[in-house]
């Protein structure tokens, strides 16, 4: 696929995120007045609110638009989904015979404020790419034993929180917890000291469902993905975890890019999962390509250093897709709502270099790794942590915007009276 040329010359730019292919959903405002949703062009927001208000954006069931999140329009299912992306597509491309009374509705990326897209129903995440699995188990459980037994029959996930899930650019507080190091006889209540992230896709659900659902009818329930970072409190969640999971060390906060791109603007960057060790039951098999190739980095900066790129890995790394871990979280009867948010757990590429978390990277801390002025083993205080994503086609980019956040150092002890 080709990029779509736009009459807006900056999403006509090959290495520009937001070309008349991307299309992504925000929320937005300026100047302090109030969030509305809008779609990122080029450098400009498209205020999609202020179109349908000016009746240049009409969908059948509408309106959607006069709220600041996009739960309606999801709700209104892929019909409506498509029908929207084709009337933008018509308003923005070149030659557009409406481009006087669109331009208007223009405001510029650059001091506009973003705001979650969505409102997040129920957040889950996933355990669900292999070389992630395989480090951390290798790690605490030696290599013979690197994978839990079930890990290549079923997507493992956990029921997260949706009440601390942020946006790009909301610091994040150092959490405090009860730790224990494997010399200390006793727990102790402190200040995580191997604070961590997680380089995650989020899957953000678009329709609602009440019973099973086969994987093609998850992929079809998809609205779109967003760049997503697991902050995660490794001493906190090695204390914690036995024997049922992650709980306090995964509640501090999962930040979210500020687009969801949405899921017909990558169907041109479909790739299969990797061919099964053992085989799926039925119920998992995927009847086509439900990954995608999407190139993806994180970035380090130190309080007033420059930032470092400290991982480069892929999406298509990951054993399993959202659509069969969608699938396998409705299994049991679990109704799934709109806004559902699925994270995929973390995306480690084969090689060093590639891996998703700085506890792989640091493996476990025995191997400090450089960056700008240093080194690091975990996150420190007052360290900004990117996460970027983009898809490349011919002579396109299909960008998610910066998941950011700055770690701030913990308050003091909050039960100290």
């Not at 006793?186 to 200040?191: G, L, T, V, Y």
């Amino acid at each position: 696929m080709a990029l779509i040329r736009s009459w807006l010359a900056a999403a006509n730019v090959p290495e520009g995120e937001f070309p008349l292919n991307n299309l992504p959903c925000g929320v937005f405002s300026q100047a302090g007045g109030e969030p509305r949703c809008g779609v990122a062009i080029g450098d400009r927001i498209l205020d999609v609110a202020g179109l349908e208000e000016a009746g240049l954006l009409v969908l059948e069931g509408g309106p959607y638009l006069d709220v600041p999140f996009w739960n309606d329009l999801m709700e209104a299912g892929p019909a409506v989904w498509a029908a929207l992306r084709a009337r933008l597509a018509a308003l923005l491309a070149e030659g557009a015979a409406e481009r006087a009374a669109v331009e208007p509705f223009l405001v510029p990326m650059a001091g506009a404020e973003l705001h979650l897209p969505f409102l997040v129903s129920e957040y889950t995440d996933f355990y669900a790419g292999r070389h992630h699995a395989t480090n951390v188990g290798t790690m605490f459980r030696g290599a013979e034993n690197a994978l839990p037994p079930n890990w290549l029959h079923i997507p493992i996930g956990y029921n997260g929180r949706a009440s601390s899930v942020v946006v790009s650019g909301t610091p994040v507080r150092r959490p405090w917890g009860q730790v224990k190091g494997p010399e200390e006889a006793m727990p102790r209540f402190a200040p995580s000291a191997r604070f961590d992230i997680e380089l995650e896709m989020g899957a953000v659900v678009g329709c609602a469902s009440d019973g099973p659902v086969t994987v093609a009818e998850a992929d079809a329930m998809i609205f779109g993905y967003v760049l997503l970072n697991d902050w995660s409190a490794r001493d906190i969640q090695a204390w914690e975890y036995q024997p049922l999971g992650p709980f306090q060390a995964k509640a501090t906060a999962t930040t979210i890019s500020p687009w969801i791109v949405m899921k017909a603007a990558l169907e041109p960057f479909r790739v299969a999962t990797p061919p099964r060790e053992v085989p799926l039951l039925p119920h998992l098999r995927e009847p086509g390509p439900m990954l995608y190739d999407i190139a993806l980095e994180v970035g380090l900066t130190p309080e007033g250093g420059a930032e470092t790129v400290i991982s480069r890995t892929n999406y298509a790394e990951m054993y399993y897709s959202a659509a069969q871990q969608l699938a396998h979280h409705s299994t049991c009867g679990c109704p799934m709502n709109v806004g559902d948010l699925l994270g995929s757990g973390t995306i480690s590429g084969p090689e060093k270099q590639s891996r998703g978390s700085l506890l792989e990277l640091s493996w476990g801390g025995k191997e400090p790794f450089p960056v700008a002025g240093g080194t690091r083993s975990f996150i420190q205080d007052n360290d900004t942590l990117t996460l970027r994503g983009a898809a490349r086609g011919a002579g396109f980019t299909i960008g998610f915007g910066s998941c950011s956040g700055k770690v701030l150092a913990a308050l003091a002890d909050p039960y100290a009276r």
